[in-house]
C-alpha cells in the first residue's frame, strides 16, 4: 500500500535524503564519509553509503542541511590526493519505486516571489500556502523573516520543471458574516 510506502520512507529517514552523482569517477567512501560533511558546511549528521556506481545517498539530520545541499548545482570535492572530483546533488527518486533505477532529476530548487505582496499576509503558514500552487515550499527568505521589503515575499520551492509553472496564484478571501468573498490575484 502505498500509506506503507510511504511510513517506511519516514522510518528509514528518506525525507532529507539527497542522492550525490559523480560524473568522472570519485574518492574512497570512508573519505566521502568525513569530506563531504566539512567542506559543504553541514552542521548536523549526514550519513553516507554506497548506492551503485558513481551514486552515494546522503541522509541528513536536519531539514536545513538538506536545503543548502540542493541549493547548488555542483560541488567540487577536494580529496586527499589533491584530486577534484564533481558531485550533482539530486533531489531523492526513491518516492515511487525503491528499486527502480535512477532517473534524471526533474525538479530544482528555485526562489519565487510574490509581488505585491499585502503586509497582512507576511505569515508564514500564507506564504507557504501559496507557494503550495507552485511547487513543494522549504524556506523564506531572509529578508522575509525580518520584514525588511513589505512589499515582496520569496520563498524557496522545490518545483517539477515539466510542470507548467503558474505567472499567478489567486486566493479567495471570504467573509464568513456576510457571506460574500474577494478573489485576489497575487503575481509571482
Not at 584530486?83 to 531523492?92: F, W
Not at 468573498?181 to 497575487?186: F, G, N, T
Request: glycine fraction near 4%; proline fraction near 3%; charged fraction near 25%.
Amino acid at each position: 500500500m502505498e500509506k506503507e510506502v510511504h511510513r517506511f520512507y519516514i522510518i528509514e529517514n528518506l525525507q532529507y535524503a539527497v542522492i550525490g552523482n559523480f560524473l568522472y569517477g570519485w574518492s574512497d567512501i570512508y573519505e566521502l564519509r568525513t569530506q563531504i560533511p566539512k567542506q559543504c558546511t553541514m552542521k548536523g549528521e549526514c550519513k553516507i553509503g554506497l548506492l551503485r556506481n558513481r551514486h552515494i545517498l546522503m541522509r541528513f539530520s536536519r531539514h536545513e542541511d538538506f536545503i543548502n545541499m540542493m541549493s547548488k548545482r555542483n560541488y567540487d570535492l577536494l580529496s586527499k590526493d589533491v584530486y577534484s572530483y564533481m558531485m550533482r546533488p539530486l533531489i531523492n527518486v526513491f518516492k515511487n519505486v525503491f528499486g527502480a533505477s535512477l532517473r534524471k532529476q526533474l525538479q530544482a530548487m528555485v526562489w519565487i516571489s510574490f509581488l505585491d505582496f499585502k503586509p497582512t499576509l507576511f505569515v508564514k503558514e500564507s506564504i507557504f500556502l501559496l507557494a503550495s500552487a507552485v511547487g513543494n515550499p522549504l524556506q523564506l527568505d531572509m529578508a522575509m523573516i525580518k520584514k525588511t521589503i513589505p512589499s515582496c515575499a520569496r520563498v524557496k520551492v522545490q518545483v517539477d520543471l515539466l510542470a507548467n509553472l503558474p505567472k499567478v496564484v489567486e486566493m479567495e478571501v471570504v467573509n464568513v458574516e456576510t457571506r460574500t468573498s474577494r478573489v485576489e490575484k497575487i503575481r509571482i
